[in-house]
């Protein structure tokens, strides 16, 4: 190059304009890189900030070489004339200006020095973000339900159940943390943004896919995307014989698990091989019993019907299927008239356990087994036994968020509301859009104050939310917006009956306001003429008579007890107690049921109080305070447990400690207008504080039946 070239380029100030390219170039990096991550903008933004300032660089220098700055304007070099050229002067300003940006530049260093100084260090930042991903990237995985590709929608079923297989598989695998069912498939049939399904589910990567299936042959396409950049990270089509659909689901988990470099021990890789109970042995048992989960899922009366003929359908084929033998246990105790049917529910779970005990002959470490065990043994009020099957059922199967809310409630129920809390919230991280999980974690947030998080659980103007808003209402005493929150509820739900919803709204109504109204009709029979007679004790004994022998439950039980001491008859009140209460087990709160032992624990205390056998009576009496005080050692919410204390007080004579369980349950409005009613509350009736109280109370209630254009509340004493 001679040395004229150099001096020209030099002239034309070439080599500044170069500089000052550059150095804006790194200022402009530095900017990129600092406001990414700020802005939420994709991790190649910075990349293609230095592939355009690479791109321009040359074009930069042309630009400097064959055009000049003059007074006139922007001209060809060569137009120029050596004595009209500027370039002396455009060289200081260039200079001055790489000056300035240069201090740009270091002040963007020292910037950006002391902004991560001040970061704290990755090694304890986020920690509680680490424990749920168990500390790997791209660690967790949400499966979308696969689209049904097949010319017959009926098939949707099958679709269905080859993703949640594939979830269930993936759930085995420690390292990963797998978003729950009912939250992946809250996007089904929505064209949401992949980036948004992440942020919703707090993963990592997504797994969605298609399944055709015609006659024997099936073709399955599956895809793996990055959530953070919408990148696969891996995808196959599989087109087989239908007899391989197990064959091609192990080897889809075996290439995520490669695909996110997931490292598995033998042992583990062993655990995650479907078993000879989980897999079927044919087909045409495999599709029955994928047809019956979906009707599981359905919950209603008839879908459950359908669901048992078709497990059974699953077991005529392959009578060594555990897991059908589980799904067909959880449809029967679903049929029980403690939830979607009919059966008497010591029937129900009666037949359910024997399903049971022949799903764990074939597989006794099966997740789903455990997890309706545990939902039985609660049902029997054996907590300890409910609590050991369900944490057994989580240990098999991590991602089901139901089986935490499961054992949540036992917790609770066993007085140990801070636990109880923990696991909620963690079947709320796994399965955040369960309705049932987030309807529970908001109603318990607002129990312990916290209103504004409960809210901001729930979408405005959809059933959920008007529920939610009634509950927080009822806390408050606003009796009356409490009703017509759940009225919203009603009118705004998709599912236009509300059945189950409905009962809860006649029990809130009913004990809140002392009238279920149309709700009534919504809860079973036997339930509703307990309520009755409760309401009105002269006729007590004339609705419980009409319940039939079956139908005798926990109900029946405690209301002709309460009816039998009313009248006198406490040897009659013990021998109903007994069908129902071992004063030798453990007293417990409520894990569900209705009824639990706290509750008989003080009524059946009391009869034994009015027998003579005063000893045994106070025994019992306080052993239901014991397990109150641990209740509220443990985060129990205030005035929840008040009526127990206030009715075991009055089993030991303690006038003083009644009216202070009951003015604190009430300042909570957790004391019901019915609870001075009980025999137990009646036997101190005379005391002046107490009946003040009770005064306010009903005052209290007739003042929101007022509001609501109800007739005032009276109550029937014998």
Known sequence: MSSNLLKELQRRNVYKVALAYIVVGWVVMQVAEFLSPLLQLPDWTVSLALYLGILGFPFALIFAWAFELTPEGLRLTESVQREESITAETGKSLNRSIIALMAVAIVLLLGERFYSASQPDDTTAGSDIVSQTDGKEGSSIA?????????????????????????????????????????????????????????????????????????????????????????????????????????????????????????????????????????????????????????????????????????????????????????????????????????????????????????????????????IQGLLLSDELDYDGAERSLRR???????????????????????????????????????????????????????????????????????QAYMVEAYIEALDGNFANMRESFEEAIAVSE???????????????????????????????????ALMAMREPNRGQEYLAEIPAEEQDDWYIYGMAWLYLLNGDAPQALHTLDRAFDPSAPIYGNAGRAFAPLDFASIYAYTLMQLGREDEARALAQRALDFVALAKSNGEPPGSVSRYEAEAYAVLGNEAGVVGAMKEGWSHYNISWIDFESPMLLSVADNAELAALRTAVLAHVNAERQKLGWEPLQVTRL
């Open 143 to 371: 499966v979308l339900p696969f689209v049904n590709m097949s010319k017959d929608p009926d098939q949707e079923y099958f679709s269905d159940g080859i993703s949640e297989e594939l979830l269930n598989g993936l759930a085995k695998i420690r390292e990963l943390r797998v978003a729950a069912r009912t939250s992946s498939f809250a996007f089904k049939g929505k064209n949401t943004d992949i980036t948004d399904i992440g942020r919703q589910l707090n993963v990592g990567t997504v797994l969605e896919g298609s399944v055709r299936k015609s006659g024997n042959r099936v073709r399955i396409t599956a895809q793996l995307i990055n959530v953070e950049d919408g990148y696969h990270l891996w995808s196959e089509v599989y087109d087989r014989e239908l007899t391989d659909i197990f064959t091609i689901q192990d080897e889809i988990s075996r290439a995520i698990v490669d695909a996110l470099k997931v490292h598995l021990t033998d042992e583990e890789l062993a655990a995650t091989a479907p078993t000879q109970a989980t897999q079927p042995a044919n087909v045409e048992a495999y599709n029955f019993y994928l047809l019956a989960k979906h009707n599981l899922r359905l919950r209603n009366e008839t879908a459950l019907k359908l669901a048992i003929r078709q497990y059974t359908r699953a077991l005529d084929s392959d009578p060594g299927y555990a897991q059908a033998y589980a799904g067909q246990a959880l449809a029967t105790h679903l049929l029980s008239t403690a939830q979607y049917g009919d059966i008497p529910l010591q029937t129900a779970n009666r037949e359910a356990q024997a399903l049971l005990d022949r799903a764990f002959a074939l597989d006794p470490n099966l997740p789903e087994a455990h997890a």
């Open 495 to 529: 599912r236009g009956g509300m059945t189950r919803s409905s009962t809860v709204i006649g029990f809130y109504s009913f004990f809140n306001l002392g009238d279920a109204r149309e709700e009534f009709e919504a809860m079973p029979d036997h339930v509703q003429r």
């Open 393 to 463: 059922a989580i240990e098999g199967n991590p991602s089901e968020g139901i089986v935490y809310n499961w054992l949540h409630t036992v917790v609770g129920g066993k007085g140990d509301y801070n636990e109880s809390q923990r696991i909620l919230e963690q079947a709320f991280a796994i399965d955040p859009l369960h309705p049932a999980i987030r309807n529970n974690l908001a109603t318990s947030i607002a129990e312990r104050g916290n209103v504004a998080r409960a809210r901001e659980l729930v979408t405005p103007g959809t059933a």
